[in-house]
Nanobody, 125 residues
Framework: QVQLVESGGGLVQAGGSLRLSCAAS????????MGWFRQAPGKEREFVAA????????YYVDSVKGRFTISRDNAKNTEYLQMNSLNPGETAVYYC??????????????????WGQGTQVTVSS
């Protein structure tokens, strides 16, 4: 199995930036696609961004395009989410996710097999 551990969350003022990291351990393939989701209190988990197995293709939910950047360092089995110009509406628990045996990105929650425990991101006004 694969263990995913997020880090980098915290409190940031509106308009500020955070960089989330997701470190993968255990048996994993760096060629598998990975993604980020977020879940605000009382809401369903929402797709944020995904990156293909080799990092050459990315996709973002419309609301974060131009502000967020997903990337990965396969040599370190680490995924990143650079978040700029954050707004309070993006306060949520952010989850790292990884696919199993697929390098193709997907926005579907069920397309991911491994999940981190989440890291809290709080954006203040």
């Amino acid at each position: 199995q694969v263990q995913l551990v997020e880090s980098g969350g915290g409190l940031v003022q509106a308009g500020g930036s955070l960089r989330l990291s997701c470190a993968a351990s255990g048996r994993t393939f760096s060629s598998d696609a990975m993604g980020w989701f977020r879940q605000a209190p009382g809401k369903e988990r929402e797709f944020v961004a995904a990156v293909s197995g080799r990092g050459g293709t990315t996709y973002y939910v419309d609301s974060v395009k131009g502000r967020f950047t997903i990337s990965r360092d396969n040599a370190k089995n680490t995924e990143y989410l650079q978040m700029n110009s954050l707004n309070p509406g993006e306060t949520a628990v952010y989850y790292c996710a990884a696919r199993k045996d697929s390098a193709i990105i997907t926005r579907g929650l069920n397309g991911y097999d491994y999940w981190g425990q989440g890291t809290q991101v709080t954006v203040s006004s």
